[in-house]
């Protein structure tokens, strides 16, 4: 009788907590979303399944001596895996809509303004009671506004690594959800007439323009903003091995094995942090309410700047092309080119749209730096 | 109440100050990526392989001519029979 008292006390069922059991479901919630709904399911499938086993009963994934334990200690403490994503997104991707029109950049300037004004938000929020976010708090909650899977969890994790869990899974669930988000926003901020612009075909970039190009976005940020570094350098260091066309293998590697293999155990290290202590709290709701709040603004932002450019260039720019400012590449750019030709059937933006977006990643890694030195 | 107010003042600086340098980094990219274009823009270098390709391409013709030379004797040996 002892015996079977002893191996009672030892199975699952008679140690779950109500907090396991909730998180649990959240785990098999992310599951759902990315197997069925098909939502990030490259992070999201990962998060969840490591939801689900740092919430398991006496297994201790999470403790001191556990697996989960010590892949968030290497790779999420220490800002290594977002780099090294980041590494692999610069090998992925190609910045020559940018260079041939760079005045894009301004559109991923405008649309970080998502993440600065959610920074006021979040320590408005403070006003509530049951919130008390500092400053540095506040700063790692905003950058979901960036739109950025990589850059949201490296903040995180140098600002508030006990909001690491809702932020990633706020911010890889808005990415999810930008086609759903942006599109009222860009319709209720244009006209019909504005979404049909026709904008002229680019020009074709050389090839050694495009190697110089990351280097010089380098060495900009060596001299004004040495706090981006560690984001921008390895973003640049990808594109080059990209570009330069003399290691084809490191290149490849970095866009397929490498940023895979991070993925997935930067997935479960996420997925690790969303145990019931941490997550079930209400400044987790609070950080979902933000990082949508963030998201819109960014959004009307880039739109509102690329309004405003069409007027001073006299019409030559869709004002759509200003949403995928807020990076989410390519998903917003895919999204611009969706909402355009709705309006015009024969006008194909996604080429335009790709240059804000991809300067829209060079405007985060801008803004977390900023707030890296600043807070 | 007054720690509230100091943190808004502080948000609202990092706002204006984030804003200005985000926008002053951008814009300078925007200046050396413009005056890249102008030195290094214009010519796009198609086709600097093809130099490259040319040794193999006379590889190529060698190892070709060797299979012509196979195929027409199985067919030779073929016909004979």
Redesign the interface.
Known sequence: MEGLMTLWQSTGLANFVLGQVIMMTVGFGLLYLAIVKKFEPLLLLPIGFGALLTNIPLAGFTDAGGLLHYIYYIGIETGVFPLLIFMGVGAMTDFSALIANPKMLLLGAAAQFGIFATLFGAILLNLIPGFEFTLADAAAIAIIGGADGPTAIFLASKLAPELLGAIAVAAYSYMALVPIIQPPIMKALTNNEERQIQMEQLRPVSQREKIIFPLMVLFAAILFLPSATPLVGCFCLGNLMRECGVVDRLSKTAQNEMINIVTIFLGLAVGSKLSADQFLTVETLGILALGAVAFGIGTACGVLMAKLMSRLSGGKINPLIGAAGVSAVPMAARVVNKVGLESNPHNFLLMHAMGPNVAGVLGSAVAAGILLALV | MEN?SN??G???N??L???V???A??????I???L??KF??????TK?VQSAIRPNSTNDTARSAKITAAISAAIHQHRQK
């Open positions: 509230l943190l808004l502080d948000a609202a990092l706002m100050v984030g804003m340098v985000v926008f980094f951008l814009g300078l990219l925007i050396c990526i413009e890249m274009s290094f823009g214009g010519e796009i270098e600097p």
